[in-house]
């Protein structure tokens, strides 16, 4: 407390309690989700990030959780149970797996993922059907202090929220918290565009002081033009050629486009090697390792924010839980699971039957 403190009473800080939320409020709105800044570069754009190779590789690599199924356990049992047909085709009409990779894709690049509701339950209201709706199609409303949602809008027109299904990322996506590197890296790939469509260096025409006809200048500009189709040109004495600039060698430009590739498998998320940015150390006895580590360490978010979203009242019934069944892609070689299958056989955790229907060996 200081001295003017003791003549003037400061106004106490009013506290933060849960009755100053907004109530009506939809969800919460977390800024740092938004546009970074630096450099004068804030984002990049999805169709410019696709088409740089590290990018497009670890996005088809994530997308492998979209080929895998989803079951419906119950909680207290951990039994599966017959589930709606929305949870592995939430769209009737293209496969689920297309609409997976879309969803998985737009967390990938943006703070959340959207799809809006085609059809519904008539004795539950539950979700029975729904669309995907591209992210830069969505835009919202916050409340004063940029706190809290208060409402969506698809093509600028006001949507009913329980209608619009939100999968809410747990990051700003790639395009904004790489956008600085997407940039870099994308105009690297336009300069090696021009290096491959054009390899020949700038180069220039000297005069040695004697005034050439504009004839004979028109002459000598179309022969270097054409030096790319020619394998000789003359010049007499009259005429030196120079060349200005630089070749990708001295550029570079192979070194600045591994070293993009490398910091952009670390903006994704994913180990360099599964993006073929840097040396692969897969070996056999190595590979499932490699994949519970992509699972761990790549899948997990993306999967955990499908799984809680689908497992809300308005698609699943309480007591219950979705999640993505990994036995297929986490399954040893046959060698391995011939070995644990006896060993639980033997001690009566699994039957032949069983085993069978494992291996999908049945008839």
Avoid: C
Avoid at 50 to 76: D, K
Avoid at 118 to 131: F, N, Q, S, V
Avoid at 188 to 215: C, H, W, Y
Avoid at 334 to 362: F, H, K, T
């Amino acid at each position: 407390m200081g001295l003017f403190d003791l003549f003037v009473p400061t106004k106490p800080t009013a506290a933060v309690t849960a009755s100053s939320v907004d109530a009506a409020a939809i969800a919460p709105y977390y800024p740092e989700q938004g546009q970074l800044f630096f450099s004068g570069v804030t984002s990049a754009i999805r169709s410019e990030a696709m088409t740089i190779p590290t990018i497009a590789r670890s996005l088809g690599i994530i997308q492998t959780v979209a080929s895998l199924p989803m079951h419906t356990r119950n909680e207290a049992t951990g039994e599966k149970i017959t589930q709606p047909r929305v949870i592995n085709q939430p769209d009737p009409r293209i496969p689920g797996t297309t609409f997976w990779s879309w969803i998985i894709s737009d967390l990938f690049f943006f703070p959340s993922a959207y799809a809006y509701v085609l059809d519904r339950y008539a004795d539950t209201g539950r979700i029975r059907a729904m669309e995907r709706v591209a992210p830069e199609r969505v835009t919202i409303q916050t409340n004063g202090i940029g706190t809290e949602i208060v409402s969506y809008s698809v093509d600028g027109s006001y949507v009913d929220p329980t209608n619009l299904v939100v999968f809410a990322g747990a990051q700003e996506g790639l395009l904004n918290r790489a956008g600085r590197t997407i940039r870099a890296a994308a105009s690297l790939e336009r300069a090696a565009l021009d290096f491959a469509a054009d390899p020949i260096p700038q180069m220039v025409l000297k005069s040695n002081g004697t005034s050439l006809p504009a004839d004979r200048v028109s002459k000598l500009l179309g022969a270097i033009r054409n030096r790319a189709k020619k394998s000789v040109i003359y010049l007499n004495a009259d005429v030196d050629l120079s060349t200005i600039g630089y070749d990708p060698k001295n550029l570079q430009l192979n070194e600045a486009r591994n070293y993009l590739a490398l910091e952009l498998s670390r903006a994704a998320g994913l180990p360099a090697y599964f993006t073929d940015s840097q040396q692969s150390t897969f070996t056999y006895s190595n590979a499932l390792d490699k994949r519970r580590d992509l699972v761990d360490f790549a899948f997990r978010n993306y999967m955990s924010i499908i799984e809680q979203r689908l497992s809300f009242a308005d698609f699943t019934p309480a007591g219950n839980r979705v999640s993505f069944d990994l036995d297929d892609f986490l399954r040893g070689n046959p060698y391995e699971r011939a070995q644990v299958y006896e060993i639980l056989n033997r001690i009566g955790a699994m039957s032949v039957d069983e085993i069978r229907e494992e291996e999908d060996m049945l008839l």
